[in-house]
T-cell receptor, first 111, second 114 residues
Framework: TQLLEQSPQFLSIQEGENLTVYCNSS?????LQWYRQEPGEGPVLLVT?????EVKKLKRLTFQFGDARKDSSLHITAAQTGDTGLYLC???????????FGGGTRLMVKP | ETGVTQTPRHLVMGMTNKKSLKCEQH?????MYWYKQSAKKPLELMFV???????ENNSVPSRFSPECPNSSHLFLHLHTLQPEDSALYLC?????????????FGEGSWLTVV
């Protein structure tokens, strides 16, 4: 079974702090996506990374794809209360065509 | 405003009831999905349809029965469910199957089985 592990599972921080969450697998991804899910809503795609070592920025969010394409990280700078939500990584494993989701990191940013 | 609409948003049903969840996508996509999201597990893919044909069924119990009458609509028929089936059921769509296709999720249907 190909699994994605996300860490930490829960994170509670103060507004203005920086944080990093991780997504790891023992298998190689052909592509990886990050989603954010707010309470009462479905997941919304933030970014897709495809190339090993790729870094993408979305305002205060920085996404990195590992060189070996087995891991990814999401770094948030100066977190805001609006960043609160469930962050999900999802990958398409090499030679596959379906997304596999990680368990998510539930982020709470306190004012 | 989401391009994928799910109804009902909340459903409470007894274990002997029969109910259905409905999903409609307004994006002109060819692929539609049902996912289950529960507190204790990652998002689980249940069913995948491409051009109205089922292409994936991940060992889902037969008490869940999908139906895709056309490329815009997807149903999940529920009967004799168990309390452990209580979860958020998410419908999604993408232009086509495979890599490079962004998946768009609906807001989900919260199901409680009593």
């Amino acid at each position: 079974t190909q699994l994605l592990e996300q860490s930490p599972q829960f994170l509670s921080i103060q507004e203005g702090e920086n944080l990093t969450v991780y997504c790891n697998s023992s298998s190689v991804f052909s592509s990886l996506q990050w989603y954010r899910q707010e309470p009462g809503e479905g997941p919304v795609l933030l970014v897709t990374v495809v190339t090993g070592g790729e870094v993408k920025k979305l305002k205060r969010l920085t996404f990195q794809f590992g060189d070996a394409r087995k891991d990814s990280s999401l770094h948030i700078t100066a977190a805001q209360t609006g960043d609160t939500g469930l962050y999900l990584c999802a990958g398409v494993f090499w030679a596959g065509n379906m997304l596999t989701f990680g368990g998510g990191t539930r982020l709470m940013v306190k004012p | 405003e989401t391009g994928v609409t799910q109804t009902p948003r909340h459903l409470v049903m007894g274990m002997t009831n029969k109910k259905s969840l409905k999903c409609e996508q307004h994006l002109g996509h060819n692929a539609m999905y049902w996912y289950k999201q529960s507190a204790k597990k990652p998002l689980e893919l249940m069913f995948v349809y491409s051009l109205e044909e089922r292409v994936e069924n991940n060992s889902v119990p037969s008490r869940f029965s999908p139906e895709c009458p056309n490329s815009s609509h997807l149903f999940l028929h529920l009967h004799t469910l168990q309390p452990e089936d209580s979860a958020l059921y998410l419908c999604a769509s993408s232009q086509d199957l495979g890599q490079g296709n962004t998946i768009y999720f609906g807001e989900g249907s919260w199901l409680t089985v009593v």
